[in-house]
């Protein structure tokens, strides 16, 4: 097969096809290999036969199939310019005054951008930002009452317990009762240790705050600091040093943007947890830690050098 091929703004190109192109045809005519037997031997080496549906009967067609073109867009359209006569469009010419035309100062077109600067605002708000279905629209309102929620539960002071005795926790901490929705044998659980995490207790560890619904938790042990569900007590302020310290690492060797976007708000709730105990106990606790990262449960990726 010899093909060679014009550019509509360029001279005649190359016979010469790129491979690319020549694994193009390869698959084209092994597509068409089917609807070549049932043509004449004379026209099975076309490169074009297709079959055509029509009225009176289905036809092989072997010339090359007519694509609509600009032109005969605009004809059928009746597209005049001021002059009455039919217009003339140079598509080259729109396509390079188009590139030249873009803002390309802040905005290169990557996908990341969530408004084109060559858009209106009108544009964008009706094509990209607008809410097309009902179930879309509570889809979105689902997202922003859950992040209102998660605004509203970081602002709630920590919960401390102070005291092993789980009567005088429940008597004492009514707001949490009624706002988790405990009973005494939860109350028992929180205060005893049996639903434990590393550095609180956790009121509701199927809850799916930070996981599917049902199943354990699978938050990382600094996210349990800011969860309305942790309760800290008296036993957990070694955890909570060590913790503490595994954000002094941190912190040498992030730069200080960095690390206030990963940590600085759970080590800000850090001191305000270990503010509600006695020093006496943070103290004692913090004889108990040795200041490495075996002492915590993190991720190979996540360790200190």
Same mark, same amino acid.
């Given at each position: 097969?010899?093909?060679?091929?014009?550019?509509?703004?360029?001279?005649?190109?190359?016979?010469?096809?790129?491979?690319?192109?020549?694994?193009?045809?390869?698959?084209?005519?092994?597509?068409?290999?089917? &609807?070549?037997?049932? &043509?004449?031997?004379?026209?099975?080496?076309?490169?074009?036969?297709?079959?055509?549906?029509?009225?009176?009967?289905?036809?092989?067609?072997?010339?090359?199939?007519?694509?609509?073109?600009?032109?005969?867009?605009?004809?059928?359209?009746?597209?005049?310019?001021?002059?009455?006569?039919?217009?003339?469009?140079?598509?080259?010419?729109?396509?390079?005054?188009?590139?030249?035309?873009?803002?390309?100062?802040?905005?290169?077109?990557?996908?990341?951008?969530?408004?084109?600067?060559?858009?209106?605002?009108?544009?964008?708000?009706?094509?990209?930002?607008?809410?097309?279905?009902?179930?879309?629209?509570?889809?979105?309102?689902?997202?922003?009452?859950?992040?209102?929620?998660?605004?509203?539960?970081?602002?709630?002071?920590?919960?401390?317990?102070?005291?092993?005795?789980?009567?005088?926790?429940?008597?004492?901490?009514?707001?949490?009762?009624?706002?988790?929705?405990?009973?005494?044998?939860?109350?028992?659980?929180?205060?005893?240790?049996?639903?434990?995490?590393?550095?609180?207790? @956790?009121?509701?560890?199927?809850?799916? &705050?930070?996981?599917?619904?049902?199943?354990?938790?699978?938050?990382?042990?600094?996210? @349990?600091?800011?969860?309305?569900?942790?309760? /800290?007590?008296?036993?957990?302020?070694?955890?909570?040093?060590?913790?503490?310290?595994?954000?002094?690492?941190?912190?040498?060797?992030?730069?200080?943007?960095?690390?206030?976007?990963? /940590?600085?708000?759970?080590?800000?709730?850090?001191?305000?947890?270990?503010? @509600?105990?006695?020093?006496?106990?943070?103290?004692?606790?913090?004889?108990?830690?040795?200041?490495?990262?075996?002492?915590?449960? &993190?991720?190979?990726?996540?360790?200190?050098?």
């Amino acid at each position: 097969m010899l093909l060679s091929y014009v550019k509509g703004r360029t001279a005649r190109e190359s016979l010469t096809l790129p491979p690319r192109a020549v694994r193009l045809l390869e698959q084209w005519l092994d597509h068409s290999a089917l &609807l070549r037997g049932f &043509l004449p031997e004379e026209r099975r080496r076309e490169l074009w036969p297709r079959l055509v549906f029509a009225s009176h009967g289905d036809h092989i067609r072997t010339e090359r199939p007519a694509y609509p073109t600009p032109w005969s867009w605009m004809k059928r359209s009746g597209l005049r310019d001021d002059d009455g006569q039919m217009l003339r469009l140079h598509t080259h010419r729109i396509r390079t005054t188009f590139e030249v035309m873009r803002d390309r100062r802040a905005w290169f077109g990557s996908e990341r951008a969530t408004i084109d600067p060559n858009h209106s605002p009108q544009v964008e708000g009706d094509r990209y930002l607008s809410v097309a279905t009902p179930a879309q629209r509570d889809a979105v309102n689902n997202i922003i009452v859950a992040a209102q929620k998660d605004l509203v539960r970081k602002t709630r002071p920590p919960v401390v317990i102070d005291t092993d005795q789980a009567v005088k926790a429940a008597t004492g901490l009514p707001e949490l009762v009624s706002r988790l929705e405990l009973d005494d044998a939860a109350v028992a659980e929180l205060v005893g240790g049996a639903r434990d995490v590393f550095v609180a207790a @956790c009121a509701d560890p199927l809850s799916g &705050l930070h996981g599917p619904r049902g199943k354990p938790c699978p938050a990382r042990p600094w996210v @349990c600091l800011l969860c309305p569900l942790a309760v /800290f007590t008296t036993r957990h302020a070694a955890n909570l040093l060590r913790l503490k310290a595994f954000f002094s690492r941190q912190g040498k060797q992030m730069t200080s943007d960095q690390y206030m976007k990963v /940590f600085g708000p759970y080590a800000v709730r850090i001191e305000e947890v270990l503010a @509600c105990f006695d020093p006496a106990v943070v103290a004692r606790a913090g004889s108990e830690r040795s200041d490495a990262d075996d002492e915590l449960p &993190l991720r190979p990726e996540e360790t200190t050098r």
